[in-house]
């Protein structure tokens, strides 16, 4: 089973950006779906975006469309959330999560079978 590791999470203040980042070991995760998804505190999961092959990618939520941009890294094995104009709203544990290789983007953001331990984004002045 992948094991995926989020980084680049942290504190930023409204309308900053920050860049989180996906990486796995032992797996291509060129061949793999992956996809990310947010918890905020008292709230149900929701699905962010996600990106399969050849770079096809989907945005799940209104809110981050036209913010938030996916991509991938092949040399280095990495996929990357950039997020810009960020708002209080967005504060939560943000995910990286896959249902394994050679599978497409779930029709439903939040519909993984495995995800890393989550990076806390906190927006706030």
């Known amino acids: 089973q992948v094991q995926l590791v989020e980084s680049g999470g942290g504190l930023v203040q409204p309308g900053g950006s920050l860049r989180l980042s996906c990486a796995a070991s032992g797996v291509t995760l060129a061949t793999y779906a992956i996809g990310w998804f947010r918890r905020a505190p008292g709230k149900e999961r929701e699905g962010v975006s996600c990106?399969?092959?050849?770079?096809?990618?989907?945005y799940y939520a209104d809110s981050i469309k036209g913010r938030f941009s996916i991509s991938r890294d092949n040399v280095k094995n990495t996929v990357y959330l950039q997020m810009n104009s960020l708002k209080p709203e967005d504060t939560a544990v943000y995910y990286c999560?896959?249902?394994?290789?050679?599978?497409?983007?779930?029709?439903?953001?939040?519909?993984?079978?495995?995800w890393g331990q989550g990076t806390q984004v906190t927006v706030s002045s």
């Open positions: 990106i399969d092959r050849p770079d096809r990618r989907t």
């Open positions: 999560a896959t249902n394994g290789p050679w599978l497409t983007c779930p029709t439903e953001g939040t519909d993984f079978g495995s």
